[in-house]
């Protein structure tokens, strides 16, 4: 069975530090690693989108990068500012007949940027 | 483009009765997942649904279930509602194939009393 975990469960910086944010899973026969956004009380939005074969992505100040023979992910955020303040979370979907769009998440890491 | 849409966007009910909350997913979507959020349990995955079929179910009870229309909106109904249903209840779109991304909508607030 997938598990998905995230380090820190929590993290507050002054703003303009760059930050890493940890995600792990369990299984590496993955079909792609999704980072999602989500603001309290709110939907999810997704970040940044990487496939299996693929290494890294960037948008903008974010770089999300995967090791699927070790089963990590790591999200940079350079520059980090108080809008930026929100839960990350990571969430892959698994390979195989009857996985089918299904993504296992994890806890999520609930980031503070203090101005 | 628009994106996924949900309502209601907040909803009370009392044990025992039973909601349906709806879906319409990104125009050219077909498949649509429901998860349910809550602070003990994180993002649990429900079910998903691909050109009307369940494609695949997550573990839960019975009381919950769901369906696909033909223009790719969806519904999920629960029924018999128990206290430990309150949560936020997210759908997501995403076009056929493995490699897309995956869409949320802003969610459905339950709450149970």
């Known amino acids: ?115 | 483009k628009a994106g996924v849409t949900q309502t209601p966007r907040y909803l009370i009910k009392t044990r025992g009765q039973q909601v349906t909350l709806s879906c319409s997913p990104i125009s050219g979507h077909r498949s649509v997942s429901w998860y349910q959020q809550t602070p003990g349990q994180g993002l649990q995955f429900l079910f998903e649904y691909f050109s009307e079929t369940q494609r695949n179910k997550g573990n839960f009870p019975g009381r919950f279930s769901g369906r696909q229309f033909s223009n790719s909106r969806s519904e999920m109904n629960v029924s018999t509602l128990e206290l430990g249903d309150s949560a936020l209840y997210l759908c997501a779109s995403s076009l056929s194939g493995h490699t897309y991304e995956q869409y949320f909508g802003p969610g459905t607030r339950l709450t149970v009393t």
């Open chain 1, 1 to 115: 069975k997938q598990e998905v975990t995230q380090i820190p469960a929590a993290l507050s910086v002054p703003e303009g530090e760059n930050l890493v944010l940890n995600c792990s899973f369990t299984d590496s026969a993955i079909y792609n690693l999704q980072w999602f956004r989500q603001d309290p009380g709110k939907g999810l939005t997704s970040l940044l989108l990487i496939q299996s074969s693929q290494r890294e992505q960037t948008s903008g100040r974010l770089n999300a990068s995967l090791d699927k023979s070790s089963g990590r992910s790591t999200l940079y955020i350079a520059a980090s500012q108080p809008g930026d303040s929100a839960t990350y979370l990571c969430a892959v979907k698994e390979s195989g007949e009857t996985s089918g769009s299904r993504l296992t998440f994890g806890e999520g890491t609930q980031l503070t940027v203090n101005p």
